[in-house]
């Protein structure tokens, strides 16, 4: 058994649909000004100190264009953060159909995905359960996973993902 030590890295690739709140997140935890935010043409990398973790996010963009790059950061990563934009309805069958894809990649086989349903603020925003329910979450069999709701504006409900981000790591690295 290893014990943990105070700087152990995480690798956490954040991963969703343009404008579904990603780098927002990525900041709101490196606790950096969130008020002017660009959609990510290429990626962004913080390393966050997180319960004696460097967690080491990569935010990559989720445009159409950009997601067939994703693949290239599958390696090594130890939890994927999946984020939806609870408010956009139209897209959850897109949304739904990009995480199944991750979840079949051989690269990620395993590992423990949070989906955060993001933009819980707003008034229209699905709730978690209905977001887990519509992409058939109880059905993963072969990893941990969380669904998570949060509001990347507020901060709301990320700290309690980051915290399952953190439990999830310590059981797999045991």
């Known amino acids: 058994m290893n014990k943990i030590t105070p700087d152990q890295e995480v690798r956490i690739l954040l991963l969703g649909l343009d404008n579904g709140g990603k780098t927002t997140l990525l900041k709101q935890l490196a606790s950096e000004d969130i008020s002017h935010i ?3 043409q290429g990626f962004n990398i913080k390393s966050v100190q997180s319960q004696g973790f460097k967690l080491n996010v990569w ?9 067939p790059y994703w693949r290239n950061y ?3 990563t130890d939890v994927l953060i999946y984020v939806i934009d609870s408010a956009d309805r139209k897209r959850f069958e897109e949304t739904g159909q990009e995480l199944a894809e991750l979840l079949d990649e051989e690269k990620l086989s395993g590992v423990p995905v949070l989906i955060f349903a993001n ?5 229209t925003a699905a709730p978690a359960s209905e977001i887990a329910e519509g992409l058939n979450l109880h059905t993963i069999r072969d ?4 669904i998570q709701s949060c509001s990347a504006l507020t901060g709301e409900g990320i700290q309690e ?4 981000v953190c439990k999830s790591v310590n059981s797999k690295k045991k």
């Open 59 to 67: 935010d990559i963009g989720g445009q159409r264009k950009i997601r």
């Open 74 to 76: 599958f390696e090594n």
């Open 161 to 164: 993902g980051m915290n399952w």
């Open 38 to 40: 660009t959609p990510t």
């Open 143 to 146: 990893r941990m996973w969380q």
């Open 119 to 123: 933009k819980q603020d707003l008034l």
